[in-house]
């Protein structure tokens, strides 16, 4: 079960190390245009600082067993919140293409089951 907290720390580290270094390139794919020093800080800070601090706490869950199971109800949270706002605006705005916005979706949902998982099969283990 681990490796499912592993493999979401670094897709959040990943994430956060790309918008800290090229917030703009981040972006992109969602038509942002980010061309000011406040439009960069507002991408290299909800996408990156918050990445790193995610992955860093995930990190924490692994070796901390009393927060664990917060810490990945907080996550798999979060991630059903982004999730559902994709949903929303899809409901609410025109139709996309698949890329980026259902792949995401998709990406945010299978992530937080996981880690939805891992704590519902350690809370029935006890």
Request: hydrophobic residues 60%; glycine residues 10%.
């Amino acid at each position: 079960m681990n490796v499912i907290v592993v493999l979401v720390g670094v897709f959040f580290a990943g994430m956060g190390v790309f918008a800290l270094a090229a917030p703009a390139a981040l972006a992109r794919p969602f038509r942002i245009v980010v061309e000011h020093p406040e439009s960069r800080s507002e991408i290299r800070a909800v996408y990156g600082g918050f990445g790193v601090a995610t992955a860093a706490a995930l990190g924490l869950a692994l070796i901390s067993p009393g927060l664990h199971d917060g810490i990945l109800t907080a996550v798999g949270c979060a991630l059903a919140g982004m999730a559902l706002g994709r949903v929303v605006s899809r409901v609410l705005d025109r139709p996309t293409a698949f890329y980026p916005i259902w792949f995401y979706a998709l990406v945010e949902i299978v992530a937080a089951g996981l880690l939805a998982t891992v704590v519902l099969t350690r809370a029935s283990a006890t």
